[in-house]
């Protein structure tokens, strides 16, 4: 897996990866000596990158409490979530390492993270004498571009207040049974619709 650390161009940050990660973290840690970068799992395992974090990019990284962490596969946004991010020598961030403390909608953030990120570097390839994969992850797909995964798209649908609310639309019924779509073909989950005050 080829992961990069990317950042939009008011400093928010994130982790995004050509393949989905395997377990969820529970939170990223920096140490500042080394610039390594890890993920922490609630079963106290681990992952850690294998290149380093550039200097320059600390400060900014600073200003963060919680960091993005995604994957993209086949131009779509295939994982999103936030975990709080915390530097190895500031115990004082380290309280803040707990699950359940992402975003309330981590979906649409993420969303809007990826499609203003305008810098980074890698942080971690699993092969690193391959100089190919030195890319930017997203490769050729352009982050204004990104649309999520379908296992994500109607998540984030609801999210971003798309509600979708289950009509039974069925003026004649005719045997025991019920079909999947309305007469005329019509999906039996219609969109709301705004009623009029005088009605």
């Known amino acids: 897996m080829d992961i990069d650390l990317l950042f939009t161009g008011e400093g928010e940050a994130g982790l995004i990866a050509n393949g989905n ?27 850690e990158f294998n290149i380093p974090v550039e200097s320059d990019f600390f400060a900014a990284l600073d200003a963060n409490a919680h960091i ?5 596969k086949n131009g779509n946004i295939a994982q999103a979530y936030q975990v709080p991010l915390m ?12 699950p359940g403390r992402e975003a309330a909608n981590p979906l649409q953030a993420f969303n809007n993270f990826v499609k203003r990120c305008a810098m980074g570097q890698p942080v971690h390839r699993d092969d690193l004498g391959d100089e190919k994969t030195m890319g930017c992850v997203l490769g050729a797909s352009s982050p204004t571009n990104l649309q999520f995964a379908p296992h994500l798209a109607r998540r984030h649908a609801l999210e971003a207040g798309h509600k979708i609310i289950p009509t039974l639309n069925v003026p004649h019924i005719h045997g025991p049974g019920l079909g999947t779509s309305s007469p005329g073909g019509r999906s039996m989950y219609q969109q709301p619709t705004k009623k009029d005050d005088d009605e």
Request: charged share 25%; aromatic share 12%.
């Open 68 to 72: 993005h962490v995604g994957a993209i």
């Open 21 to 47: 990660f395997v377990k969820k973290a529970i939170g990223v840690v920096l140490d500042n000596k080394s610039g390594i970068l890890t993920l922490e799992y609630a079963d106290s395992d681990y992952m």
């Open 87 to 98: 530097f190895l020598d500031d115990p004082y961030r380290g309280e803040m390492l707990r």
